[in-house]
């Protein structure tokens, strides 16, 4: 154990620090006394620092130049790369597909489910809700859900679908006249699912 060099500013207690940590540091002290050590001999530059950090029901992160606007124009100028740039796009996508995947279990997911979770499944569900813009059975504009007519398994046999990269490939899959927009309610009916609202 080293020889104590300094001690607590509060209890006296003997500690030993690194010199050229003394010459940094306005006062020492221990781990017990340090929150009473920062009430009694506050710092300048960390009080100013607090205006911008957390107060009681605030946003931690008001003031700092993170904001909701600059999240959006960031968003906005990606988007705008990958809608320029679709060669890149599928460069990206080569790169952590199938094995090259960290999660990647040996392919042992359905390719039903597979397909349901694609980027192009997505904007096909998008473009649905859009069209219809409200359910078709019931009328309401709440929780819309996009409804395969002819079932993805269905067009999985019909168009002889192996791979994900088929699915991409085939149109009849990313046709929206082979979608309707219902209601989650509705979607659970038509399905026979029992629909529970919490």
């Known amino acids: 154990m080293r020889t104590p060099n300094t001690c607590c500013i509060i209890c006296k207690k003997q500690l030993y620090r690194r010199p050229n940590e003394l010459k940094m540091v306005k006062f020492v002290c221990c781990r017990d006394c340090r929150s009473e050590a920062y009430k009694k001999f506050p710092n300048k530059n960390s009080i100013d620092n607090l205006k911008l950090g957390r107060e009681k029901g605030t946003n931690h992160l008001e003031g700092i130049p993170k904001s909701v606007e600059s999240n959006k124009k960031r968003s906005k100028s990606h988007k705008l790369f990958w809608k320029n740039n679709p060669e890149k796009l599928k460069e990206r ?106």
């Open 93 to 198: 996508g080569k790169k952590i597909r199938a094995e090259k995947h960290y999660r990647w279990k040996g392919g042992i997911s359905n390719l039903n489910k597979a397909i349901r979770l694609l980027h192009e499944n997505r904007k096909w569900s998008d473009n649905v809700k859009i069209r219809d813009n409200k359910c078709l059975k019931c009328g309401s504009n709440v929780n819309l859900e996009a409804h395969h007519i002819v079932e993805i398994s269905i067009l999985i046999k019909t168009n002889n679908i192996k791979t994900i990269d088929d699915a991409r490939l085939c149109d009849s899959f990313w046709d929206i006249t082979n979608g309707i927009a219902l209601c989650k309610k509705c979607h659970y009916k038509h399905h026979n699912r029992r629909y529970n609202e919490n």
